[in-house]
């Protein structure tokens, strides 16, 4: 399970997309997701729902969510900054639904108003009033959280930890890693780098770290010609017996057969 954390510059944007398929991902901004046609399978947090027309899905900031559309789908996306929200911010940000999905038929008109209009203007070449698009952006935020029980005690996490936390994996995933000397780095404590883990990115340090090692260790068997043994080291992986099982949970089959068989599939 590879997570990556996506910077966005746009503080708002809104647009159609085809067979919504995304990686595990987080950001700073709230992420609406209105399913138009077929389905799409979306995980938000520990929750997964297979979203047919109709239903309605949101990522609150900082939180891993990602899409899977096994044939046809057309989702509305909508990402904005929790401060479009006016004074909503304060609960986009320190609060987090207990179930983030609103089935078809669960959405206040004001909110379907707003979709549809806003669906109306994508590729139309419309530029928003700020204040009327926040306007807007309040309007919809607020009849959304009425649908949306939250969490009384949250799971609010500084977000430029969280950043600096992935940036960090991300640069040294390679080398002998542990809870403690990533804490010691950030200099925070453990068990609140545990308790990130679990209430963010939704699993362990370890499977996080084997994940990242997994993936590069997948690109290493496609894109060179070196041995097993030499990707398994070059990954960060401690023994071939770790690599083997750890690639066997991501991929269902040993790193000589993926590589065989992805080759064979490029001839």
């Known amino acids: 399970m590879y997570i990556f954390y996506e910077q966005r510059h746009l ?16 950001h700073s901004q709230v992420e609406l997701i209105y399913a138009c046609e077929g389905s799409v399978s979306i995980t938000i947090g520990a929750n997964q ?3 047919e027309p109709g239903d309605f899905a949101v990522a609150f900031p900082n939180t891993v969510h990602s899409y899977a ?6 989702c509305f996306i909508i990402i904005f900054n929790p401060e479009h929200a006016g004074e909503y911010h304060k609960t986009l940000n320190a609060m987090c639904p207990l179930y983030p999905f609103i089935p078809r038929g669960g959405l206040h008109e004001d909110v379907v ?15 928003w009033d700020k204040k009327l698009l926040r306007g807007y952006l309040m309007v919809l935020t607020g009849r959304m959280l009425e649908s949306l029980p939250l969490d009384k005690e949250g799971h ?3 977000p430029d930890l969280l950043h600096r936390l992935l940036s ?11 809870l403690d000397l990533v804490a010691r780095h950030l200099s925070v404590s453990k068990y609140h780098l545990s308790r990130c883990f679990s209430q963010k990115i939704g699993c362990n340090f370890n499977t996080y770290i084997n994940s990242l090692r997994v993936q590069y260790a997948e690109n290493m068997l ?5 041995s097993i043994s030499e990707i398994c080291r070059e990954a960060g992986f401690e023994s071939l017996n770790t690599f083997y099982r750890a690639f066997a949970q991501s ?5 000589g057969n993926h590589r065989k068989r992805l080759h064979q599939e490029l001839r």
């Open 11 to 26: 503080t708002f944007d809104a647009f159609h997309t085809n067979d919504l398929t995304f990686l595990p991902h987080l």
């Open 49 to 51: 729902r297979k979203m």
């Open 69 to 74: 559309t096994p044939g046809h789908s057309k």
């Open 113 to 127: 108003r707003i979709l549809h209009m806003l669906q109306e203007s994508d590729g139309a070449g419309i530029h």
């Open 156 to 158: 609010a996490t500084d």
């Open 168 to 178: 960090y994996i991300g640069q040294h995933f390679q080398e002998n890693l542990s």
């Open 222 to 226: 496609l894109d060179t010609g070196r």
């Open 251 to 255: 991929f269902g089959e040993t790193p």
